[in-house]
């Protein structure tokens, strides 16, 4: 069995075929997708389909794209949305200074509050980083999330390395980040571009790192991997994610199965598969 820690069927790209792709998640291997918010509407859009299938769980919060449309009566619904047992994390949250779409500062303030929410909550922590690693490692560093206090609260990983349930989404860094990272505590997502021709960077991660500390993700109907690209990536697709590590780290794809499903139920506090 397969989870896809990381997408996103709500969107108005799946609004056609969005009945027949249950059906096919339905039948497939994968057997809990995490959908996954970007601003108080879509959260909501997760929470009810969570409400409705069995297979989906909710990410809620407020992507740095968005921040600058996020305030405080927001925060609290986010806040009253976690009290449902169907919402496992919080996020995507963080920063992107790629495309800027809300300022800097914006972002980093709304950024600090969810972290600070998902401290407060004890809640699981699904972030969202383009190039801006040194804001966001400040953040999270300096608001507690890699904190003895934090760690404390969760089981260490099956490695003995700590778990403070922080999560990179779409994880694009390096091996030597991804190795700082590991010590504190973090897990990181796999996804489509590990398939890709220019992925030199994400198969060093691969390499160089446990497979206790990964999830695999989708990101759709984004980041489709190899060999699709170019059509409308599916939770289904996170089978070839998977296979990618399987080939890098000369192991079964059952076994990166088996622990990546492991390592998702963990983070995001779901019981064991029979």
């Known amino acids: 069995m397969l989870i896809d820690s990381h997408c996103h069927i709500t969107d108005p790209k799946f609004d056609d075929f969005r009945d027949a792709l249950i059906e096919e998640i339905k039948a497939s291997e994968v057997a809990y997708i995490f959908e996954t918010g970007s601003d108080l509407a879509t959260s909501k859009m997760s929470l009810?389909?969570?409400?409705?299938?069995?297979?989906?769980?909710?990410?809620?919060g407020c992507h740095p794209h968005e921040a600058e449309n996020f305030d405080e009566a927001q925060l609290e619904q986010?806040?009253?949305?976690?009290?449902?047992?169907?919402?496992?994390?919080?996020?995507?949250?963080?920063?992107?200074?790629?495309?800027?779409?809300?300022?800097r500062e914006v972002q980093k303030?709304?950024?600090?509050?969810?972290?600070?929410?998902?401290?407060?909550?004890?809640?699981?922590?699904?972030?969202?980083?383009?190039?801006?690693?040194g804001d966001v490692f400040d953040i999270l560093t300096e608001h507690g999330a890699f904190s003895k206090e934090r760690a404390a609260q969760f089981p260490p990983k099956p490695d003995g390395s700590p778990d403070v349930r922080v999560y990179f989404h779409c994880f694009a860094g390096s091996a030597e980040m991804a190795r700082q990272y590991a010590k504190l505590g973090a897990s990181f997502g796999i996804d489509g571009p590990v398939t890709w021709k220019n992925a030199r960077k994400t198969v060093e991660v691969v390499e160089q790192t446990d497979l206790v500390h990964f999830h695999?993700?989708?990101?759709?109907?984004?980041?489709?991997?190899?060999p699709f690209r170019g059509?409308?990536?599916k939770p289904t697709y996170v089978e070839y994610p998977a296979r990618k590590i399987a080939e890098i780290k000369n192991i079964s794809y059952e076994e990166v199965c088996r622990v990546t499903t492991?390592?998702?139920?963990?983070?995001?506090g779901l019981t064991p598969l029979e």
């Open 78 to 103: 986010i806040r009253e949305m976690c009290k449902h047992p169907k919402v496992r994390a919080i996020g995507e949250i963080g920063l992107d200074y790629h495309y800027d779409l809300s300022p």
């Open 216 to 226: 695999v993700e989708t990101d759709c109907p984004y980041l489709t991997p190899v």
């Open 109 to 133: 303030y709304w950024f600090g509050r969810q972290v600070d929410l998902a401290l407060e909550l004890g809640m699981p922590i699904v972030i969202h980083e383009r190039e801006a690693a």
């Open 262 to 268: 492991a390592n998702a139920l963990r983070f995001f």
């Open 231 to 233: 059509t409308t990536n």
């Open 48 to 60: 009810e389909a969570a409400d409705k299938y069995d297979f989906i769980y909710a990410v809620v």
